[in-house]
């Protein structure tokens, strides 16, 4: 349960990066290249750059297993989708059914890739540190 603990505080970490890159997407990327394709490069920066952190900060979770990696990832699932529909509702005041647009992955929306990324990020990043460690 204690790595839990050290995990949360490592997903605390992506939410600044995340809302940089969300500024960064509404200053740069959607007038340079409109709004489906600001949003899917978005996806795909952010996605790696949560890869890159945790890839950075997974000793510090306190797991060395698949299991316990995939259980980091699924926490760190759970966070992001209750942090996510929490702001845009709460805060920012966006309706259910807009919220639910970015999960349409027809329509250009590759908010499940970050998603995704979230809940593997953990077991990469472990594997990739361990590649590293053995070299």
Known sequence: MHFLIRSFFVWLLFIPVAIANGALRDLMLTPALGNTLGRAVSSLTLSFLILGLTLFLVDRLGVNTRAGYLVVGAFWLVLTLLFEASFAILVMGHPMDE???DY?????????????????????????????QSN
């Open 99 to 101: 919220l639910l647009q």
């Open 104 to 132: 349409d992955i027809f329509r250009g929306r590759l908010w499940l890739i970050v998603l995704v990324a979230t809940f593997f990020a953990p077991l990469l990043a472990g594997k990739m540190r361990k590649r590293l």
